[in-house]
């Protein structure tokens, strides 16, 4: 069992950054991959980047792609999601997701994901 708790989302100006944070519980955190989600209001929860167990390699939604950087540190139980270049369509409650999947090719894909946690809010203001 894996329990995730966001948090760092807020309230930000077009441009601006945030790093958004994901405390996991329990002592095998290192044998999961991890994801980031979002959902917009209106809108199905899509996929925005993952790594590995090692976050050696990032995977990243076209729209995360050169501003958004996935990283972790295992021995903090924590994974992170910086934000750069915040737009408007960035706007929505952000997941993060823990998933025991091996196969990299699969973490775009939210059914790979075992644990959720409860979101964190981010909005940008234009």
């Known amino acids: 069992q894996v329990q995730l708790v966001e948090s760092g989302g807020g309230l930000v100006q077009t441009g601006g950054s945030l790093r958004l944070s994901c405390a996991a519980s329990?002592?095998?955190?290192?044998?999961?991959?991890m994801g980031w989600f979002r959902q917009a209001p209106g809108k199905e929860r899509e996929f925005v980047a993952a790594c590995n167990w090692s976050c050696d390699v990032g995977y990243y939604a076209d729209s995360a792609k050169g501003r958004f950087t996935i990283s972790r540190d295992n021995a903090k139980n924590t994974v992170y999601l910086q934000m750069n270049s915040l737009k408007p369509d960035d706007t929505a409650v952000y997941y993060c997701?823990?998933?025991?999947?091996?196969?990299?090719?699969?973490?775009?894909?939210?059914?790979?994901?075992?644990?959720w946690g409860q979101g964190t809010q981010v909005t940008v203001s234009s």
């Open positions: 997701a823990a998933s025991p999947d091996k196969y990299e090719l699969r973490y775009r894909q939210a059914l790979v994901y075992d644990y």
């Open positions: 329990g002592r095998t955190f290192s044998l999961y991959a």
